[in-house]
Each structure stands twice: as structure tokens, then as C-alpha cells.
């Protein structure tokens, strides 16, 4: 079980992405922060991108890179590190979907044949 503080880290690190996807500023992280933003940029190198625009980071990427490093982290380590990858993904196609696009349209058969 996280403790409340945990969790408002977690909310801070996620808030940190944020900010950073909105204004382009690096963001003031929390005290042990920059182990896990400099964790989570190493891995969002190896990012997917598809039609749909950035993908989220894996358990398979997770475990690769933990081999690679030689850093083990645990479920709570993972727990920050996927909540900043959910800001990240939620920014970005906040960024993406502006008024009026598609991801604001219903879906109909045009609409699906125009993406695909």
C-alpha cells in the first residue's frame, strides 16, 4: 500500500510532464525526482509511434530496460513512472485534438475509412 505522501509524488511527477508537454520549460521536480524523470526519458527514447500518435511504454520496455541498466525497480518505482506515462499520453493527444479534430468527431464509416 503507498502512503498518502507517496502518492502526492506521484501526482507531482505526473504534473511535471504536464507542464513540461504544455509550456516546453523544464519542470521543478520533487525532491527525488530526477532519478525518475531521467529513467522515464531513457525509456520514452524507445517509444513507439503510430498512427494514433505516441504509444504508452511497456512491460516489455520496462524489463528491457531494467536488463540494460542494471536498475531494478520496484512496483512502486514502476507506479511513478507509468503515471507520468499516462500524463505524457494524455497531454500529447490533448495537444493533438485540438477543437475540432477528429478525436472530437463520432465515428462513422467515413470517418473510419479516412483514418485507416
Known amino acids: 500500500m503507498m502512503t498518502r505522501a507517496y502518492t502526492r509524488f506521484i ?25 525518475f524523470w531521467e529513467a522515464f526519458s531513457a525509456l520514452s527514447q524507445s517509444r513507439q509511434h503510430g498512427p494514433g500518435g505516441l504509444q504508452p511504454i511497456t512491460w516489455a520496455d520496462l524489463s ?38 477528429i478525436a472530437d468527431a463520432p465515428i462513422s464509416a467515413g470517418l473510419f475509412d479516412a483514418i485507416m
Request: no cysteine.
Open 11 to 35: 501526482d507531482r511527477m505526473a504534473s511535471a510532464i504536464e507542464v513540461t508537454v504544455k509550456t516546453g520549460n523544464a519542470p521543478r521536480l520533487p525532491d527525488g525526482g530526477v532519478f
Open 64 to 101: 528491457a530496460w531494467q536488463a540494460v541498466s542494471g536498475v531494478h525497480l520496484e512496483a512502486r518505482h514502476l507506479a511513478v513512472i507509468r503515471a507520468m506515462d499516462a500524463a505524457l499520453l494524455r497531454a500529447a493527444r490533448a495537444n493533438q485534438a485540438g477543437p475540432g479534430a
